[in-house]
């Protein structure tokens, strides 16, 4: 109630990066403190029953995790468990510094409960990443830290040898420096030079091979996009399994506009993709598809729209076995996580 009526309404007179990045910096500080992870614990926290659940031999405290987008340096792994949090997907993270697309960056849409999204992979670079996440002790709370990972937004990469190389490079380091717990690989962002190059089955296949060349002992998913067609994401599925990769994340921002409640809210022409409330029926749609072809062994991470309980159990009725957000937050407030474990917590009779 706190955030929704008093903090919420305040945020949002601001522009929306900037109060991104002050909350980030809010966050990181209070994450340093015993003292502020106890007050946010104290107001936020899960302590309801065990809601706990182990996908691909890892085990979350929770099922729902922060999504890649928000967290997307590592700053926030020490706080967010004291939102009831079980993980957290950093970045997605990059071979070098980007500085990302020019601002505006982040356009709120508040009556069709959306935001447009065109940060064009802003982050320090993956070995800046390393050695923060290096540095941040775990917290004694349980908490998994995937990382996701994208080629450079810039000219240099553009190539698809060159965007094969900058994507190996950060996956190689991660698995050098031993960081991560999962990484999944981002091949569905919108907006960056040359759009999503390896969204078909041929280069998703280079792609794919030059991964199978890292040594990798972690769980390792695909990002997927939202906005093509099913007999196009099918033939991306049977490349993912064929390879032996874990699972999927279904999926990443949608690109069509005319989703939105109220298509006035947003420009005339495309300046980024939507979170929130637009991806919600393409997404599950989407899960509900890949879980009926894929029965067992396949993990889905599901992503989208979540901006409720009722949501959140929409896409575990679909499929799927984790579920990730940012936009229901920023919209319902942290209370919506421990909200979402207690309709969770009665779901499976606990």
Not at 57 to 69: C, D, E, K, N
Not at 188 to 210: I, V, Y
Request: glycine content about 10%; aromatic content about 10%; some cysteine.
């Amino acid at each position: 109630m706190f955030y929704k009526y008093i903090l919420k309404p305040i945020f949002f007179r601001f522009d929306p990066e900037v109060v991104h990045d002050f909350m980030v910096s809010v966050g990181e500080k209070l994450g340093r403190f015993s003292i502020g992870r106890f007050i946010i614990g104290l107001m936020y926290d899960y302590r309801g029953t065990d809601v706990s659940k182990v996908v691909d031999g890892i085990r979350y405290r929770t099922p729902f995790l922060l999504s890649a987008g928000f967290d997307y340096n590592g700053q926030l792994s020490k706080i967010l468990p004291k939102i009831g949090l079980g993980g957290e997907e950093v970045g997605s993270v990059t071979s070098r510094h980007c500085d990302g697309n020019s601002k505006p960056r982040l356009i709120r849409l508040p009556k069709s409960r959306s935001i447009i999204v065109n940060k064009g992979l802003r982050n320090d670079g993956v070995d800046v990443v390393i050695q923060r996440l290096k540095r941040s002790k775990r917290s004694k709370t349980p908490f998994i830290v995937g990382v996701s990972i994208a080629r450079t937004n810039d000219a240099q990469s553009v190539s698809i040898q060159a965007g094969i190389d900058d994507y190996v490079y950060s996956f190689k380091r991660l698995n050098q420096e031993n960081v991560g717990d999962y990484y999944t690989i981002n091949i569905s962002c919108p907006n960056s030079f040359g759009g999503e190059a390896f969204n078909t089955p041929e280069l998703l296949t280079r792609l794919l091979t030059a991964f199978r060349e890292v040594p990798c002992t972690k769980p390792l998913y695909v990002k997927m996009p939202i906005n093509i067609p099913w007999n196009q994401f099918e033939s991306l599925l049977e490349i993912i399994v064929k390879f032996g990769l874990n699972g999927v994340v279904i999926g990443n921002l949608n690109k069509n506009y005319d989703d939105l409640d109220y298509r006035e809210e947003a420009p005339d022409t495309y300046r980024g993709g939507l979170s929130g409330k637009p991806c919600r029926l393409l997404s599950t749609d989407l899960i509900r598809k890949t879980r009926l072809k894929y029965s067992k062994n396949f993990t889905i991470i599901g992503v989208g729209g979540v901006m409720s309980p009722e949501d959140a159990l929409e896409k575990f009725e679909a499929g799927a076995d984790l579920i990730q957000l940012i936009t229901g937050i920023i919209f319902e407030g942290p209370g919506l996580i421990k909200k979402m474990c207690g309709a969770y917590a009665k779901r499976i009779g606990k």
